[in-house]
């Protein structure tokens, strides 16, 4: 339906879409912590046999949906029209128009990501139901990225269902990729757990999380085993360098575990949008 739309409808379209969807987002990355903090609690207290004081009061719904927007800094209710992606943010000056705080420059950094992403998937892939599943997979890594810079958590229920969204991705427009994606997905995590482990072997410490090997087995879902090495290269290097150049500008920062999701996301980003060339001059590279 939208291949068929002219451009001059198209691009508005996908503009607005991108950033909606952005703003959709924040509201997944400011909340789901939170969700997943209080459900954790919850579980650890009911199996202690902990009777929690605010049991007896009446529980206030905290989810996706409700409470509606609110100002960060004095929960003050955001007006519908404040609340528009990108334009209610510049419409204020990035302040709450009660308290007159500053809100976050993520809200309108995720938002202009969203819409880059789906600019981009479009561009490259067209408007077609194959697009939708790669907007669909680069926006949850937005997302995982997003999360895992605020809270260093990359929660399984986003990673996991990647995974397998990855599996269905092949299964319905690349059937003979499948048998590549479940390597990829079984060499994604194997990869990153043996080194967990030698690491922790030799320095006697963690250098990353559970959720990092289910990350990268869901870009092996979608990518296959062929294009795992070329996105370790991508997301260590990009580590590195920004790792290097974060604690040279800040040397307070000196020894602060740094995620390693973000850059993961940057990677398989960089593959799905434009894997084919790039694993072609790589592998040029290789022989």
Same mark, same amino acid.
Request: with cysteine; net charge neutral; charged share 10%.
């Given at each position: 339906?939208?291949?068929?739309?002219?451009?001059?409808?198209?691009?508005?379209?996908?503009?607005?879409?991108?950033?909606?969807?952005?703003?959709?987002?924040?509201?997944?990355?400011?909340?789901?912590?939170?969700?997943?903090?209080?459900?954790?609690?919850?579980?650890?207290?009911?199996?202690?046999?902990?009777?929690?004081?605010?049991?007896?009061?009446?529980?206030?719904?905290?989810?996706?949906?409700?409470?509606?927007?609110?100002?960060?800094?004095?929960?003050?209710?955001?007006?519908?029209?404040?609340?528009?992606?990108?334009?209610?943010?510049?419409?204020?000056?990035?302040?709450?128009?009660?308290?007159?705080?500053?809100?976050?420059?993520?809200?309108?950094?995720?938002?202009?990501?969203?819409?880059?992403?789906?600019?981009?998937?479009?561009?490259?892939?067209?408007?077609?139901?194959?697009?939708?599943?790669?907007?669909?997979?680069?926006?949850?890594?937005?997302?995982?990225?997003?999360?895992?810079?605020?809270?260093?958590?990359? %929660?399984?229920?986003?990673?996991?269902? &990647?995974?397998? @969204? +990855?599996?269905?991705?092949? !299964?319905?427009?690349? *059937? =003979?990729?499948?048998?590549?994606?479940?390597?990829?997905?079984?060499?994604?995590?194997?990869?990153?757990?043996?080194?967990?482990?030698?690491?922790?072997?030799?320095?006697?410490?963690?250098?990353?999380?559970?959720?990092?090997?289910?990350?990268?087995?869901?870009?092996?879902?979608?990518?296959?085993?062929?294009?795992?090495?070329?996105?370790?290269?991508?997301?260590?290097?990009?580590?590195?360098?920004?790792?290097?150049?974060?604690?040279?500008?800040?040397?307070?920062?000196?020894?602060? %575990?740094?995620?390693?999701?973000?850059? &993961?996301?940057? @990677? +398989?980003?960089?593959?799905? !949008?434009?894997?084919? *060339? =790039?694993?072609?001059?790589?592998?040029?590279?290789?022989?």
């Amino acid at each position: 339906m939208f291949a068929d739309l002219p451009p001059s409808l198209l691009w508005p379209l996908v503009i607005v879409l991108g950033l909606c969807l952005g703003s959709f987002l924040n509201v997944v990355v400011t909340r789901l912590p939170v969700m997943l903090m209080q459900g954790w609690r919850a579980e650890a207290r009911e199996a202690l046999e902990l009777q929690d004081e605010r049991d007896e009061e009446s529980p206030t719904t905290f989810n996706l949906i409700t409470p509606a927007s609110q100002c960060p800094a004095c929960n003050t209710p955001i007006a519908w029209h404040d609340n528009i992606p990108l334009l209610g943010y510049v419409k204020r000056r990035g302040k709450c128009a009660n308290c007159d705080q500053r809100i976050s420059l993520q809200y309108p950094m995720i938002e202009l990501a969203g819409m880059a992403l789906v600019a981009a998937v479009i561009a490259i892939h067209g408007a077609s139901l194959q697009s939708l599943f790669l907007v669909g997979a680069c926006l949850t890594l937005l997302a995982l990225a997003a999360i895992d810079f605020r809270t260093q958590l990359l %929660p399984d229920i986003i990673t996991l269902p &990647l995974l397998w @969204a +990855g599996l269905g991705y092949q !299964l319905l427009f690349q *059937p =003979l990729m499948l048998t590549s994606a479940v390597i990829g997905a079984m060499a994604g995590y194997l990869s990153l757990w043996s080194f967990y482990w030698l690491f922790k072997l030799i320095t006697g410490k963690e250098g990353m999380g559970y959720g990092d090997f289910k990350l990268l087995a869901a870009l092996g879902a979608w990518l296959g085993w062929q294009t795992l090495p070329m996105v370790l290269i991508l997301s260590a290097g990009a580590g590195a360098v920004i790792g290097i150049l974060v604690q040279l500008a800040m040397p307070r920062l000196r020894g602060t %575990p740094m995620p390693f999701g973000p850059f &993961l996301a940057m @990677a +398989g980003w960089i593959a799905l !949008l434009a894997g084919a *060339p =790039l694993q072609a001059a790589y592998l040029g590279l290789m022989s």
